[in-house]
């Protein structure tokens, strides 16, 4: 078992039952990133918070410093030659990852001219390849937006993560990986999410940036 999910595993007992999910959970993004890939997520509420968090440990450093790469610097140099280092030094390695909560004006103008439910929908139709992955994220499982985007995702090829609770709701089958966490109250549930997520973003962060 990777060394983060045992620690996750020590801090958190309850969540035994998910870690073979997590463990497939992180197969399905590695996957996606080691063919250039794109993660979106969704989530309302609480867990739209959660989707703008993961991008963050995602796009930048997170446990470990990610210098870019001397290929990279090397064409910086090309195009910059007086500026190419601060310029360097100044960006980190990122794992592409966007949140589909955080576009308010197209997300405001769907949900008022067509359908508030088919707002996450439009973004994945408009956004998503195939080989891109969806981490959809709802505590019951049932968040109706959040459903279609897993379906129109499938529709386009990509793979389908879901993070949600209690019985894992309609979701459940729409997830190529479903991560659900034992408990049945929003807050239970919303607070283990939180060292879940944590340690994909670590152990991806180990896999592609690790010297």
Request: some cysteine.
């Amino acid at each position: 078992m990777n060394y983060h999910l045992t620690q996750l595993e020590a801090k958190y007992p309850d969540l035994k039952v998910c870690l073979p999910d997590i463990q497939q959970a992180f197969l399905v993004l590695e996957r996606c990133y080691r063919s250039g890939g794109t993660v979106f997520i969704a989530g309302n509420g609480g867990s739209a918070a959660d989707s703008e968090h993961i991008v963050g440990e995602l796009m930048k450093g997170f446990m470990l410093k990610r210098p870019v790469p001397d290929s990279f610097r090397q064409r910086l140099s090309e195009h910059y030659p007086n500026e190419a280092e601060e310029i360097g030094d100044g960006l980190q390695g990122a794992l592409p990852a966007m949140s589909l909560v955080s576009q308010s004006a197209l997300f405001t103008a769907y949900c008022n001219d067509v359908a508030a439910d088919m707002a996450f929908a439009q973004q994945v139709y408009g956004y998503g390849k195939e080989g891109d992955v969806l981490l959809g994220i709802s505590t019951s499982g049932n968040s109706r937006s959040v459903i279609r985007a897993l379906q129109v995702a499938r529709a386009k090829g990509m793979a389908t993560i879901g993070l949600t609770g209690g019985t894992g709701g309609a979701m459940k089958a729409l997830c190529d990986a479903a991560i659900i966490v034992p408990y049945e109250l929003t807050p239970d549930i919303q607070e283990r999410h939180l060292p879940i997520y944590h340690s994909l973003c670590i152990m991806l962060e180990e896999a592609f940036f690790a010297i």
